[in-house]
């Protein structure tokens, strides 16, 4: 059976979100083996750990593991149906992995306390680079997604494509 | 915890591991009837040593000098744990004991099992709610209440808490992974949310076991044993939601893919 040409179109969507749930697990990854086990900065558990930041990191961390399986699914899925599209991908890994960074950085670090990056220094120029990094990483993921639809629609002709 | 003399009495400990040891043999009877039959397909080896190796290993955490150690260090207690209530389950879960069964019965009384699988109650039970409110909930139970220091007071009650621990960890692991004959299955989706509220609750319970260690061990054991439960348990679910999402990608599979499949 013949592959019918540019098959990745028709599965914008599945892209996209394959990029943004494995960028989500990989930044978590990272920041479970760099953080809290190579560097051991983060902390295990910190006592001013709010209760909706025990629940929230929870639920994150659950969720981080179906992300990082599920986003590498969705990757095969595409491949075996020859539809993966590298640019929407990256594009969405950036943003998924950005923004889980930066609600990492804010919410969970600052307003729920669950820990700091690093303790007994000087705490601020760490969490300037925590946060910058993950708006740049939200930016370049945002671009990228933008200019992955100018292709699609250069090639399509503007139609709209289900996922 | 002191006890001078054994927890357990040694001719209770000796049925434990002798049930196990008869359960292997069992399973491994039914495995070489049912290959001598031509019409079934070769029913593997590994299966039985999965079982095998299942049932052993929860039979040890309950009886043995490792389950007497347990009692003493909380490290250990929890290692224990895992093994009973998550890899053991895995395991056994993934020989497929119940198909092996179907295969070895007679065509009556196998209808008559899998009648019993797709009757309310099993459903009810096999219901990925059920089955993580039951897992999760009796943890929960156990260290967030004065059951954990009942437990180590009462033979009849650390006996029940352990088979409880272990049933429901099978039952939480046939419930998200489906080896054997699933009647009324859940979708991929429903699973992978209950699942995960399952997998944050047994996090957030290692943290605040973490943060408050239990009275009877001393703190810095405790915080090891609930960093244990905490990453332990990460990587047994793991494994478990690696084949969750392997059944999703070949129940999907594009058309042109399953007659690629068939022909060769």
Request: hydrophobic share 50%; charged share 15%; net charge positive.
């Amino acid at each position: 059976m013949p592959i019918p040409a540019h098959q990745k179109y028709h599965h914008q969507k599945k892209n996209l979100w394959a990029g943004i749930l494995f960028g989500l697990g990989f930044v978590a990854f990272i920041d479970e083996t760099i953080f809290h086990q190579l560097l051991h900065w983060h902390k295990f558990y910190d006592r001013s750990t709010t209760s909706i930041g025990l629940i929230s990191d929870g639920l994150f961390h659950a969720f981080s593991w179906f992300a990082t399986v599920g986003g590498l699914y969705l990757v095969a899925d595409l491949m075996r149906r020859h539809a993966f599209w590298h640019k929407m991908f990256w594009g969405g890994k950036l943003l998924g992995g950005g923004g889980f960074q930066l609600f990492d950085g804010t919410i969970q670090h600052k307003l729920m306390r669950i820990h700091q990056i690093r303790y007994n220094v000087d705490i601020l120029p760490y969490d300037l680079i925590w946060n910058i990094t993950a708006v740049i990483m939200i930016i370049a993921g945002l671009l990228l997604i933008r200019s992955a639809k100018k292709d699609n629609i250069g090639v399509s002709g503007g139609e709209t494509l289900a996922s | 915890m002191h006890h001078e003399q054994q927890f357990l009495p040694p001719a209770l400990q000796v049925l434990i591991v002798l049930f196990a040891l008869s359960g292997a043999a069992g399973y491994f009877t039914l495995m070489l009837r049912t290959n001598r039959v031509r019409r079934l397909k070769h029913w593997p080896a590994w299966r039985w040593i999965l079982w095998l190796s299942g049932t052993v290993m929860a039979a040890l955490v309950i009886a043995g000098p490792f389950a007497e150690a347990a009692h003493h260090d909380f490290r250990l207690h929890m290692a224990g744990h895992l093994l009973l209530g998550m890899l053991a389950p895995l395991l056994i879960a993934l020989s497929a004991p119940v198909t092996l069964l179907l295969r070895a019965l007679p065509v009556t009384a196998a209808r008559r099992v899998t009648k019993m699988l797709r009757h309310p109650v099993a459903r009810f039970y096999r219901n990925p709610i059920t089955a993580s409110v039951l897992n999760i909930g009796g943890l929960w139970l156990l260290y967030a209440t004065p059951l954990f220091q009942l437990m180590h007071q009462h033979l009849w009650l650390y006996l029940l808490i352990h088979l409880h621990v272990f049933a429901a960890g099978y039952l939480f692991t046939i419930s998200m992974i489906y080896i054997d004959p699933a009647p009324h299955p859940s979708s991929h989706l429903f699973r992978t949310l209950v699942f995960i509220f399952a997998l944050a609750a047994h996090g957030i319970l290692s943290k605040i076991i973490y943060a408050e260690p239990l009275p009877g061990f001393p703190p810095d054991e405790v915080r090891e044993g609930a960093m244990l439960m905490y990453y332990g348990g990460d990587l047994v679910d793991l494994v478990i939601i690696i084949l969750l999402f392997r059944s999703w990608y070949r129940a999907t599979a594009p058309r042109h893919l399953y007659q690629k499949i068939e022909s060769s």
